[in-house]
């Protein structure tokens, strides 16, 4: 059975950085692993990918606080996020191909 299990969400004032991961289970690991968020009220947008060889996209208006990398070994994909924003709170998720987890909460307030 094919899943992906995010964590590392939480509450965390402005400026502050957390790490997000995506483990993922039931399909080998060299997928594109997209990261995608959705603010309240608003559309699910993506924030990053990561090819099955590593190679990585940010969005311009992210990158220099994004990053997305991966440990093969682990089957699992990280969303390093720094210099967080109020406008970063959002339920991020992890998807492969067809494939969506539940989302975590990402809050950035003071």
């Known amino acids: 059975q094919v899943q992906l299990v995010e964590s590392g969400g939480g509450l965390v004032q402005p400026g502050g950085s957390l790490r997000l991961s995506c483990v993922a289970s039931?399909?080998?690991?060299?997928?594109?692993v997209n990261w995608y968020r959705q603010p309240p009220g608003k559309g699910r947008e993506l924030v990053a990918t990561i090819s099955g060889t590593g190679v990585t996209r940010v969005p311009n208006t992210l990158r220099g606080r994004f990053t997305v990398s991966r440990d093969f070994a682990k089957d699992t994909v990280y969303l390093q996020m720094d210099n967080l924003k109020s406008e970063d709170t959002a339920v991020y998720y992890c998807n492969s191909a067809d494939f969506w987890g539940q989302g975590t909460q990402v809050t950035v307030s003071s």
């Open positions: 039931g399909f080998t690991s060299n997928f594109r």
